[in-house]
């Protein structure tokens, strides 16, 4: 059973800092990326970042310069730092695992998500 936890989420004043965190567990076969997405209210849930199993990054054009992901050696736990945030920022982000069930099933996991609020 593959479990996905996100944490650092909270309320923070335009401008300010936050850190989310997503830690995995369970078996997985193996990872081919992992990711954020968040829902704003009221709106669809769209892309934030995602990292490759190579390290690779793409980072939505809405919060490039002021988002940064990145994972652990062991590639479990994948990280969002999100810098001058704005209140179009806020959202529940969602923790997101495309994955490798076994050497034939992609499968993509995600987390309950954590909510951000951005006050002006």
């Known amino acids: 059973q593959v479990q996905l936890v996100e944490s650092g989420g909270g309320s923070v004043q335009a401008g300010g800092s936050l850190r989310l965190s997503c830690t995995t567990s369970g078996t997985i076969f193996s990872i081919n990326a992992m990711g954020w997405y968040r829902r704003p209210p009221g709106k669809q849930r769209e892309l934030v970042a995602t990292i490759t199993n190579d390290g690779s990054t793409n980072v939505a054009d809405s919060v490039k310069g002021r988002f940064a992901i990145s994972r652990d050696n062991a590639q479990n736990t994948v990280y969002l730092q999100m810098d001058s945030l704005k209140p179009e920022d806020t959202a529940v982000y969602y923790c997101?695992?495309?994955?490798?069930?076994?050497?034939?099933?992609?499968?993509?996991?995600w987390g309950q998500g954590t909510q951000v609020t951005v006050s002006s």
């Open positions: 997101n695992v495309d994955g490798m069930r076994n050497r034939y099933i992609r499968l993509n996991y």
